[in-house]
């Protein structure tokens, strides 16, 4: 086994992993030198963090050398480093959400390097990389609805409101939305990433995202949900670290459901779209045009849903010059109560709980 294997495998012990595909190995080879592959490899995976000298030990490499290729992969955000009581120690990061965002960010120039590696990632979403991401029960990620497209009278929760969310956040920044970055397949705004509290300070340290106010932050909002772009966070309740405004061209989300045909509940608000007002509908079929995920069509009575397709965004709804389309709701399911818990769950369907306790044991001799 080579050190990009080894680092490979470490790197696919995170919720959503990195699978062993011919794809994700030519990502690690575009991203990593051979040298920085070596050390990367034994740089340990949450929760557990080593010193720069732990790690060459464990490499077997000279302390000056793992230093400065550490610290490179740190300032290339390919690696986290933090300082505690003093001491400069380093973990992993996932793949995604991850490394690959971290390089397609604000201010991240796109040289030859990364546009190869955004290609790749691109691609590799169309495979196994792609059926990690969506091939499971549990999603890392949810949709939000648009507020303005619910049904008047309805009730909607606290963590189903986005302008709720990013109000009680303590910090709040912007950044360029990675997917649609790396993809470059459509011209949809990219400034519309809303990164929020712990997330928020940290990119903005390192120069990946703009500290902004709330209202800058809902405006950003407004001008997604202009675009047909759908609102989607991490599957737990506030505090959450992320909204994220994409397109089913680009968006590593929801590409699942457009292109791999998986169910739509899996990611899913608790709505879906209804006509609520039939005598409003004049089949003009803009929310046909609009809906980002291809669930409607357009008959002499007007729009036919296809639930299995509706992932309860509101975009059609939000573009609905009569009125006559809203969100309805469809359930209350609660997301989970925190990323530890949603982590634990996805790993438990991936079958990889034994494998990363080996792991942790493994980091900390």
């Known amino acids: 086994m080579d050190y990009y294997d080894k680092l490979r495998e470490k790197l696919d012990l995170f919720p959503i992993?990195?699978?062993?595909?011919?794809?994700?190995?030519?990502?690690?080879?575009?991203?990593?030198?051979?040298?920085?592959?070596?050390?990367?490899?034994?740089?340990?995976?949450?929760?557990?963090?080593?010193?720069?000298?732990?790690?060459?030990?464990?490499?077997?490499?000279?302390?000056?050398?793992?230093?400065?290729i550490l610290k490179g992969l740190y300032e290339r955000n390919l690696i986290v480093s933090v300082k505690v009581l003093g001491e400069r120690r380093y973990t992993l990061m996932p793949a995604v959400p991850g490394l690959l965002e971290m390089q397609f960010?604000?201010?991240?120039?796109?040289?030859?390097?990364?546009?190869?590696?955004?290609?790749?990632?691109?691609?590799?979403?169309?495979?196994?990389?792609?059926?990690?991401?969506?091939?499971?029960?549990?999603?890392?990620?949810?949709?939000?609805?648009?507020?303005?497209?619910?049904?008047?009278?309805?009730?909607?929760?606290?963590?189903?409101?986005?302008?709720?969310?990013?109000?009680?956040?303590?910090?709040?920044?912007?950044?360029?939305?990675?997917?649609?970055?790396a993809a470059g397949k459509c011209d949809a705004p990219l400034d519309v990433c809303i990164m929020l509290n712990t997330s928020a300070d940290y990119l903005a340290a390192r120069g990946l995202a703009?500290?902004?106010?709330?209202?800058?932050?809902?405006?950003?909002?407004?001008?997604?949900?202009?675009?047909?772009?759908?609102?989607?966070?991490?599957?737990?309740?506030?505090?959450?670290?992320?909204?994220?405004?994409?397109?089913?061209?680009?968006?590593?989300?929801?590409?699942?459901?457009?292109a791999l045909g998986k169910p739509a509940q899996t990611v899913s608000s608790n709505f879906k779209c209804a006509v609520v007002h039939e005598e409003k509908c004049v089949a003009c079929g803009v929310c046909v045009e609009k809906c980002p995920m291809d669930a409607l069509s357009i008959s002499e009575a007007g729009p036919v849903i296809d639930e299995s397709k509706c992932v309860g965004c509101g975009v059609c709804a939000h573009h609905c010059k009569t009125g006559a389309i809203s969100l309805?709701?469809?359930?209350?399911?609660a997301p989970f109560d925190n990323s530890l818990a949603l982590g634990a769950k996805m790993m438990l369907e991936r079958g990889k709980i034994p494998r990363v306790l080996k792991g942790i044991a493994e980091d900390l001799l």
């Not at 790749?120 to 990690?132: K, Q």
């Not at 609102?231 to 994220?244: G, L, M, S, Y």
């Not at 309805?328 to 399911?333: D, Q, T, Y």
């Open 105 to 181: 960010m604000r201010n991240q120039v796109i040289d030859e390097r990364r546009a190869e590696a955004g290609r790749l990632w691109d691609e590799s979403l169309n495979g196994e990389f792609g059926e990690e991401n969506y091939g499971f029960p549990t999603s890392g990620a949810r949709v939000i609805p648009i507020n303005r497209a619910i049904d008047a009278g309805q009730r909607v929760y606290s963590y189903e409101e986005a302008e709720k969310i990013i109000r009680k956040s303590g910090s709040v920044a912007i950044t360029d939305c990675a997917c649609r970055k």
């Open 210 to 258: 703009r500290r902004v106010t709330v209202g800058e932050a809902l405006r950003a909002m407004e001008r997604a949900a202009d675009a047909g772009l759908v609102p989607t966070t991490t599957n737990t309740k506030p505090p959450v670290q992320i909204i994220c405004n994409c397109c089913t061209c680009c968006c590593a989300t929801l590409r699942g459901v457009t």
């Open 17 to 68: 992993g990195f699978p062993d595909s011919e794809d994700c190995m030519k990502i690690l080879r575009v991203l990593f030198s051979p040298e920085e592959a070596r050390i990367a490899s034994h740089v340990p995976n949450p929760p557990v963090m080593l010193t720069a000298g732990r790690i060459a030990r464990k490499a077997r490499a000279g302390a000056g050398e793992a230093e400065r």
């Open 328 to 333: 309805v709701r469809k359930s209350n399911a």
